[in-house]
């Protein structure tokens, strides 16, 4: 076992993930469990972050039985964001259990961030590509639980994070554009995610969830398609695995219009999104169908239907969602009388 100068025996243990010369240190009648390293951690926070469960987790163990306490309110990184940007979800969850916290820390991203923008969700596209789909499963359930029990642990889900130059994005925005994931959405909702500024930025002053979400710079298809040249049919296949959360965000009310037609919105974004693929419709269909006046206004829409007066496709589409809107307001105005 290699020892690093200044830190304690357990730690070297630790370190080494040596099980047999943690257990002889943790026995020893001197055995000080409330020991702080040179740098103020503890013995978990030089567990390796790679370190498969069935190693870490066991240490884990041993220590919280041992009355090593874990660091709750950490103002610092700790072991657990470390395992959580690695995608380590099972060791993180242990660390959970023993008493670590979902407390952000300040001067660094968020928690909830880290457990989307990691390796784990290239991990399950592959397991899926190549029909591993129980690995595939288990990792999203482990993904699900570990944001379930971070929230409940005091997580942010409406932390501002800087994405870029000048924009601010929240864990809600990160959910939608990495895991595609509509559980993982849901939960975020139902513990207070905002979607009225889970993303701002300097370019329009309108929601910007769902405007950032189909922008091609920081939208989906920056993220899975544009450096692959995409055919149509690719980029309609990769927007159907985003299809279940948009609509549940379309359900809470997720705005796609602005308060005029000088400003970017969502709906613009996506009647853009022709330029770059002829023919490329498919958003603008799943929008006319599931977009309701809580969504966008048939004002707004009847001044894009002037616009874009040069698209057949896209003014018939533009059209469809307009009839549908102004019937909404008939049969709103209808129960009112």
């Known amino acids: 076992m290699l020892v690093t100068p200044g830190y304690s025996a357990i730690a070297n243990a630790v370190w080494d993930a040596v099980e047999p010369a943690v257990d002889t240190i943790l026995e020893h009648v001197s055995f000080n469990p409330y020991l702080r390293e040179v740098d103020g951690g503890t013995p978990y926070d030089v567990l390796d972050p790679t370190l498969d469960v069935s190693k870490a987790g066991v240490i884990i163990e041993k220590l919280a039985n041992r009355g090593v306490p874990a660091i709750a309110g950490a103002n610092s990184p700790n072991i657990l964001h470390d395992v959580s940007h690695m995608g380590n979800f099972p060791v993180a969850l242990s660390l959970l259990r023993v008493g670590y916290d979902g407390i952000e820390v300040e001067n660094d991203r968020g928690i909830l961030r880290k457990i989307f923008l990691n390796q784990q969700q290239i991990l399950i596209d592959q397991k899926r590509e190549i029909g ?20 409940q642990r005091g997580a942010d889900v409406n932390r501002q994070d800087e994405y870029g130059w000048r924009n601010l994005g929240q864990p809600l925005y990160w959910a939608l554009l990495y895991s595609k994931d509509y559980e993982c959405v849901r939960i975020m909702l139902d513990a207070g995610a905002r979607i009225s500024d889970a993303f701002v930025d300097e370019h329009s002053t309108s929601e910007g969830l769902l405007r950032a979400f189909f922008n091609k710079v920081t939208g989906w298809c920056n ?32 705005r796609i219009d602005a308060s005029s037609h000088d400003q970017e919105s969502a709906l613009i974004e996506i009647c853009y999104r022709d330029w770059d693929w002829e023919d490329c419709t498919h958003e603008l269909e799943f929008v006319a169908k599931h977009a309701r006046l809580r969504n966008v206004s048939a004002e707004y829409v009847e001044g894009l239907m002037k616009w874009k007066n040069g698209n057949t496709r896209v003014r018939h589409l533009l059209e469809q969602l307009y009839e549908k809107l102004r019937n909404e307001e008939y049969w709103n105005d209808r129960c009112l009388d």
Do not use: H
């Open 132 to 151: 591993d789909l129980g690995t595939a499963d288990k990792l999203i359930q482990e993904r699900r639980e570990l944001l379930k029990l971070l929230i």
């Open 223 to 254: 993220e899975n398609l544009y450096p692959n040249n995409a055919s149509v049919m690719r980029v309609r296949v990769e927007f159907e695995s985003y299809e279940e959360p948009v609509k549940l965000l379309l359900e809470r009310g997720a």
